[in-house]
């Protein structure tokens, strides 16, 4: 069964540095999210990508983060200058063909800021 | 109000028990609906689309109430390996391809022998 994969499963960073986390999205899906859970609390909508293009973002996803898709199968979050409080779980999401559709999950990656 | 509210448990019920959890929604641009489970520091994991016409899986039955923006979810039978995080979900779709999930806090189920 065909599934959303994502590395690294654990990253741990400095305050300040910059982080890529990345994605690779079931194969034949047009549309691609990002959400975090931080821990204990709910998982929350960061940003949704369609058709090469930021189609929706939250509040939380401000000017340090970003989006991109470099090639046919990866996409990836970049967290440019990170904060303590950016410490979460990261989850990449995506679903088939309509936005109604459902969305399918990567294990996740755990982000630890020091 | 919070966008998807849930009752955040626990529920701690004997094997072979039936269990229900409920959900209220706030947003009526909510077009699609669904339950989650999650299991400890584990991504979200689908279980099933949620309809007004009310949808089955074996065990596991859903049904959606737009009227009253209400979702619910039955668990039949409970086993051991329902322990978990049940999550409603919400799809706020607003146009064209912009969509995102939104998430109730969860549901605590832990299933006792």
């Known amino acids: 069964e065909p599934e959303v994969t994502q590395t690294p499963s654990h990253q741990v960073t400095q305050m300040g540095q910059e982080v890529i986390l990345r994605c690779v999205p079931i194969?034949?899906?047009?549309?691609f999210y990002w959400y975090r859970q931080i821990l204990g609390q709910k998982v929350e909508f960061l940003v949704s990508?369609?058709?090469?293009?930021?189609?929706?973002k939250s509040e939380i996803f401000d000017d340090q983060f970003s989006v991109e898709r470099p090639d046919g199968s990866n996409f990836t979050l970049k967290i440019r200058s990170t904060k303590l409080e950016d410490s979460a779980m990261y989850f990449c999401?995506?679903?088939?063909?309509?936005?109604?559709?459902?969305?399918?999950f990567g294990p996740g990656t755990r982000l630890t800021v020091l | 109000r919070k966008e998807v509210e849930q009752d955040p448990g626990p529920f701690n019920v004997p094997e072979g028990a039936t269990v229900a959890f409920n959900c209220t929604y706030s947003n009526s641009a909510s077009q699609s609906f669904f339950w989650y489970r999650q299991d400890c520091r584990k991504e979200p994991k689908l279980l099933m689309s949620?309809?007004?016409s009310g949808n089955e899986d074996g065990r596991f039955t859903a049904q959606l109430n737009r009227a009253s923006q209400y979702i619910s979810l039955l668990i039949r039978d409970s086993k051991l390996s329902d322990s978990a995080t049940y999550l409603c979900?919400?799809?706020?779709?607003?146009?064209?391809?912009?969509?995102?999930?939104?998430f109730g806090t969860g549901t605590l189920l832990a299933v006792q022998p």
């Open positions: 949620v309809y007004s």
């Open positions: 990508f369609y058709n090469n293009e930021i189609s929706e």
């Open positions: 999401a995506s679903s088939e063909t309509e936005p109604y559709n459902e969305q399918f």
């Open positions: 194969s034949n899906h047009l549309y």
């Open positions: 979900v919400v799809n706020i779709v607003y146009g064209g391809a912009t969509n995102k999930l939104i």
